[in-house]
């Protein structure tokens, strides 16, 4: 689709491509472009479809670099007309979330920032941490930049407010009140009757101070606290001034940034040839309450195209989205993101790139965050790669391993037996390249045909075990070595990657290190000089064990909980379903008494019975 013309590229069209873009309508829309194999690399939005497509598709000298190796991939396309603008914009958002195409930013995966979640939909809420954030009617407050900073958070609102703190399960079973009640920090709505319209007040004054209005709050607390004492009421206005003390100490630890007292986030970029980190600030009612980084994947993107893709994927994720977000150069469809954003708050949301004042200094702020995570970043990364290519010298490898597998295996006396394999690339665990295998065709104890098992099923499928590794480690010494190069041998792969493996020092004859074996090698490698290369080898193999016990202890507990429960009289597939979701495990069945069995819909006082004649006799 391409050649080469006095010194640059020039791009050629396929008739059919000429074809489709002669008949595009100037109407708004969503474009899918495809590479040769059919895969989707790219999703964007236009408001005149026939415009933008157009453009891809001018003299190579007009297009920016990311663009330029686009078109070089492009085979076809496709599109989806639809009403509006914003119309467009939502249906990209959905299509980039699904398809995650190589050329679109891609906001990574937030999950791991715990955040607060208040269950609005139950009568009497309690506020719980989460590391998901889903669309179920909840209120969700944070991200948290960490998991210390949301229990602190949490600590105190339990300390000042008076909600419940028991799960559902307990708040259903309860049948007296808790410590909690007895220490005046509960209120006690498991077994007491509490006033719905006190109660909602409380969860109100919460979000107040989870979105930062805690001035707002500390206020209405004075107000509520003198009318008390004009009332004389006098012990209920020193509960309010303790909550207002306390309240108020919170808030000297908070920095004021902004005299106006509004609520806005503040984004900026730095980005480097490999990395994109946006920082967000978040202000609210004035005060700086928080900060977060965030890694964005994408192939040259100017910073534009960057904060356009954070605010399309970060507020469509049900996060709080305050009156104005401060940015450092307005994102292309500026307007259309204020219109999409204040559809979803309810509420006018402005998009700002000041240009003075206080509100300069605080994108200023954002952006040397930015500067300094990526700084960060980047000397991590040279780390790494450092590790990397010593470890390619000391295993004398003819590439680097950037690809590392390790393989372990767990079993009770040959019960049971299953295997894991986890991935680390570029010196880093990808989860999501994981493997867990249940062994089925070895019985009893044997680590080597255990070994042999998970090596086939990884490896012995020809082309569908592509990717291979660089490096294959496998937690074990000689034995599992060897047992490691035969089977590789079978299916001829045993030059495709570096085999090693890695076993435990033996301390009664004097070992004090782990000790790494080669092929063919009698002594092991000698890693005195490079005692790090060790330590990240045994993070790998301890990786693996972690997964691989993980995996087994879930296995038993389920195979535990099934051959009980069957065994009961009276009880099936839904009804054994029912009480492990209720109770959730057997030793919590085996506590409950008949009373709470009884409650459960199909459990009579005769199942109830046999279920605790089973699980205790």
Not at 14 to 27: A, C, N, R, V
Not at 68 to 88: C, D, H, N, P, R
Request: aromatic share 8%.
């Amino acid at each position: 689709m391409r050649f080469k013309k006095s010194g640059y590229l020039k791009y050629s069209m396929s008739t059919q491509l000429k074809e489709k873009l002669s008949l595009l309508p100037p109407l708004p829309g969503v474009y899918l472009m495809k590479d040769a194999s059919g895969s989707i690399i790219y999703v964007g939005k236009a408001q005149n479809l026939k415009k933008r497509i157009s453009s891809y598709f001018r003299s190579p000298v007009q297009l920016d670099p990311k663009t330029g190796m686009l078109v070089q991939k492009l085979s076809t396309f496709e599109t989806i007309i639809t009403g509006t603008e914003k119309e467009a914009l939502i249906l990209e958002s959905n299509l980039i979330k699904r398809h995650k195409p190589k050329y679109n930013v891609i906001l990574k995966d937030d999950k791991r920032y715990p955040a607060l979640r208040l269950d609005i939909q139950n009568p009497y809420p309690s506020l719980t941490i989460v590391r998901k954030i889903g669309m179920d009617g909840a209120m969700y407050f944070g991200p948290f930049a960490s998991a210390q900073a949301v229990r602190q958070t949490l600590k105190i609102i339990q300390k000042t407010f008076k909600l419940r703190k028991c799960k559902m399960r307990e708040f259903q079973n309860r049948t007296r009140p808790c410590l909690n009640h007895q220490m005046g920090i509960c209120m006690a709505p498991c077994c007491l009757p509490v006033d719905k319209t006190a109660y909602d007040e409380i969860v109100r004054e919460v979000g107040w101070f989870l979105k930062g209005r805690t001035t707002e709050l500390i206020e209405k607390i004075k107000k509520q606290m003198q009318q008390a004492a004009q009332d004389q009421e006098y012990e209920y206005a020193a509960v309010l001034r303790d909550k207002m003390f306390a309240l108020e100490k919170t808030l000297e630890k908070q920095v004021s940034v902004t005299t106006d007292l509004k609520d806005r986030d503040v984004l900026a970029v730095a980005a480097s040839e490999t990395t994109s980190v946006l920082n967000l600030l978040i202000v609210r009612g004035g005060y700086l309450v928080g900060s977060h980084h965030f890694n964005l994947s994408g192939r040259l993107s100017t910073e534009p195209e960057l904060l356009s893709a954070f605010l399309r994927q970060f507020y469509d994720n049900n996060h709080f989205i305050p009156g104005e977000i401060l940015v450092p150069i307005l994102p292309e469809d500026a307007a259309v993101f204020e219109d999409w954003l204040g559809d979803i708050k309810g509420a006018r949301v402005k998009i700002l790139a000041p240009r003075r004042g206080e509100k300069v200094r605080l994108v200023k702020m954002a952006r040397q965050n930015a500067h300094n995570r990526l700084k960060d970043l980047m000397a991590l990364q040279t780390a790494e790669m450092d590790i990397l290519h010593r470890l390619q010298y000391r295993l004398r490898m003819d590439r680097l391993p950037l690809r590392i597998e390790c393989i372990d295996n767990s079993n009770i006396s040959g019960r049971q037996p299953v295997a894991a394999i986890v991935v680390f690339i570029n010196a880093k665990p990808q989860k999501s390249s994981y493997r867990k295998y249940s062994l089925t065709s070895v019985y009893g104890p044997d680590d080597y045909a255990y070994m042999a098992e998970v090596l086939r099923r990884r490896y012995g499928k020809g082309s569908d075990s592509l990717p291979y590794p660089d490096v294959l480690l496998v937690d074990g010494g000689k034995g599992q070595l060897n047992i490691g190069v035969t089977v590789l041998k079978a299916f001829n792969i045993e030059n495709a990657f570096k085999v090693i493996g890695i076993a435990k020092k033996d301390e009664k004859k004097g070992e004090t290190a782990d000790k790494v074996y080669q092929p063919g090698r009698a002594n092991p490698i000698d890693f005195s000089r490079d005692r790090d290369l060790l330590f990240f080898l045994q993070r790998i193999r301890d990786e693996a064990h972690r997964f691989a016990i993980t995996f087994h202890r879930k296995r038993h507990r389920a195979d535990s909980m099934q051959s009980i429960l069957d065994t009961v009289p009276g009880i099936g597939k839904q009804r054994k379903k029912m009480l492990l979701k209720h109770f959730g495990s057997t030793k919590k069945i085996r506590a409950a008494t008949l009373e709470e069995l009884c409650r459960l819909p199909g459990i009579n006082d005769r199942i109830a019975r046999s279920i605790k004649d089973k699980l205790t006799g």
